[in-house]
């Protein structure tokens, strides 16, 4: 068992992967219309769905997913489950691998080809998600911390910045009437479900206070408004919509004159794709586990046999998924996941009601 | 034994991977500074994109920055670059340009594609600095300024705050100019750079539309909208009394505006504040009394308020907003999509009150 804080690390690099990532794109779409009751609605699910998970979980101490279905649901419903999870945990990595793949091509080195690029991504992703769950999380320490005073900079920049319309951030805010609609939902609650690698590494942390919960929500709250909000300060509430990678072009935007390099971007992009590795690497983990609780005959052969699935599945996705169409495949994966998310709740409920009963009687 | 195996196996690929790729050495490379785009003088071609190359050798104690000017007629920026490449032995490096110069010419017909060139490349920085040249891009280029210590950085260092910083240069960064293109209620307004005998001067600010060029503002003009836009550090007003002439210092000036719903029309409320000290007197006295001085903040109010109304009145005249009353009005009320439409109407009848609070505060080391 290892610290509480790792909970929150957890939630940090969910939000801040997202955040750079996808959602602002998909919010963007719905910018005149309900993005911004979307992103209200969503925080409150969000918290909503924080403070639950952890009531049920906080029943089910140092178990995993598969000990806390097993004996609860029939055996053929917990395997499919735990299928589904891995199947929708190695997705997730893949659109972060093949995203970040493009953005290397896009910024760093552009002469070299995706092929050498995707496959020295793969050496590193692969041998580190066959480490043990406790290296994972230690890992995750290291990395989520370096790029604070990063974030921190740009933060204190937008405040300071002169440059930054405050009145298309205010129009932006004019839209709150509209209804919210269900993919803009959907995006921004996924910034608040950073906890589903708990169902594997429930084994190795302590149980979470309440206090820990608050923080992660609030964060949530604070990083889905900073990631919409402030893209629109620099690039106008019409142009923002039309930037492939919105976070970098606005990063690109602000002008450190006293700082050590002029284009932050840099910097920027190396935090950006460690911590965006990071998470592919804790996603690829989370699945090879959900994998091992499956418990297929002979357990070891049979990473091996995934591992070569999972590689060659991604070679066919980076072969043929484009920039354009990325962000399609990702809204469909983020509205699957709002609803495997509730489903979970579901199931999780329906485990600690029937461990009462079975404790009563 | 497995485990030495993976061990090997990463090292052996770390090996391979690591004699530079795709990297080009230093050496190999030219470091573009700036980029300017002309009309072409060539038939059948539209534009003449200039590339300044530096050739420095990364001496900080010497100055004066030798540069290589690479020119090229074709249709498109795109075209120009990719045939360049064929002139010269080096990779051409886009990610330090510092200043873009749009020539006169070229601003006057259509600047949005050059815009989505720059934009669209993820090489350029997007807070290199926008300008018009005047006569043309190429003759401001080739202009070298012997106190300049890098190539191109005498531009870009007219622009930064760092550098000198002068109350008629309002300036403009590359994603600024493409969101004031692309949002609705604001345009764009942009520093005019001009190439005499002997130096650069950047003292005039041209106001777009959506799409080209409209109109120049005078020196004292573009101070003024500087006033009401990004505020000053070092302006300078003269004024005169019945004691003679002064010259006033401005050493903080702001604008903040609000638009009111009046009773029939819309008004824009202008609370400027200005602060300044007297830097000159023109003719003999004894010491300058309160009084004086009084007098001085009265007669700099109404100045800056006529001033400050004529200009207004003279962009409004000719439709363009780049202090962005539409995104304003916009901002401030809700479902903006149905009062766009409204704000076309209101615009042109749009009323404008200035109430000006000038101080002076001393008269420096003298009485």
Sequence with gaps: ?361 | MPSFCIVALVLFLMIVLLPGCAYKPIDKRAFITAIGIDESNTPGKELKIILKISLSKGDPKTTGGSFTLLTLDANSISTAISLLKSRTDKELVYGHIKAILIGENVAKKDIRPLLDFFMRNPSIHKASYLSVAKPTAYEVLQFNPPEEQVTGSFVSSLFTTTGSESPYIKEVTLFDAYRRVTEAGIDIAMPVIEANEKNLQVDKIALFNKKNIQMALTPEESQIFRLLTKGIHTGHIRLKTNDGTYDVDIANGKTKFKLKQGQEETLAVFRINLNGYISEKMEYQETLSEKILRELEMQAENKIQVDVKHLLQKIQKKELDPIGFGLRYRSRHLNPNKDELKWNDIYPQLEFQVAPECKIKGTEMID
Aim: proline share 3%; net charge positive.
């Design chain 1, 1 to 361: 068992m290892i610290g509480r804080r790792f909970y929150l690390y957890l939630m940090y690099i969910n939000a801040w992967v997202s955040a750079m990532g996808f959602i602002p794109q998909i919010l963007y779409k719905n910018r005149f219309g309900g993005s911004i009751s979307s992103i209200i609605l969503a925080t409150l699910t969000g918290m909503l769905l924080i403070v639950l998970f952890q009531r049920q979980m906080n029943k089910f101490p140092g178990q995993n997913i598969s000990q806390i279905m097993k004996g609860i649901f029939p055996e053929w419903f917990r395997k499919l489950f735990l299928i589904f999870n891995l199947i929708l945990m190695y997705c997730n990595g893949v659109y972060f691998l093949v995203s970040m793949t493009q953005l290397v091509k896009t910024y760093v080195i552009p002469n070299m080809s995706y092929v050498w690029i995707f496959i020295i991504f793969l050496a590193l992703i692969v041998f580190s998600s066959m480490l043990q769950s406790d290296s994972i999380l230690f890992m995750l320490e290291f990395v989520v911390m370096l790029p604070i005073p990063v974030y921190l900079f740009i933060i204190g920049k937008f405040l300071t910045d002169d440059l930054v319309i405050s009145d298309s951030i205010l129009e932006a805010m004019t839209y709150i009437l509209h209804w919210p609609n269900y993919s803009s939902l959907a995006a921004a609650t996924c910034i608040f479900t950073g906890y589903t690698p708990l169902l594997i590494f429930n084994k190795q942390i302590r149980p979470i206070p309440k206090k820990h919960l608050i923080i992660a929500g609030v964060f949530g709250f604070f990083v889905l408004f900073t990631c919409y909000l402030i893209p629109i300060g620099y690039l106008g509430l019409h142009g923002v919509g039309k930037e492939v990678f919105v976070w970098l072009t606005t990063t690109d935007s602000m002008r450190f004159e006293n700082f050590l390099v002029d284009r932050t971007i840099f910097i920027l992009l190396f935090f950006h794709i460690g911590i965006s590795l990071m998470f592919v690497i804790l996603c690829w983990h989370s699945s090879l586990q959900f994998l091992k609780m499956i418990k297929i005959k002979n357990g070891e052969n049979i990473k091996w046999i995934a591992i070569f699935f999972f590689l060659v599945a991604a070679s066919f996705a980076q072969y043929s998924i484009d920039e354009t169409s990325i962000l399609r495949f990702f809204t469909w994966f983020l509205n699957l996941r709002l609803a495997s998310d509730i489903t979970l709740m579901l199931i999780l409920w329906r485990a600690a009601k029937n461990r009462c009963q079975a404790f009563v009687s």
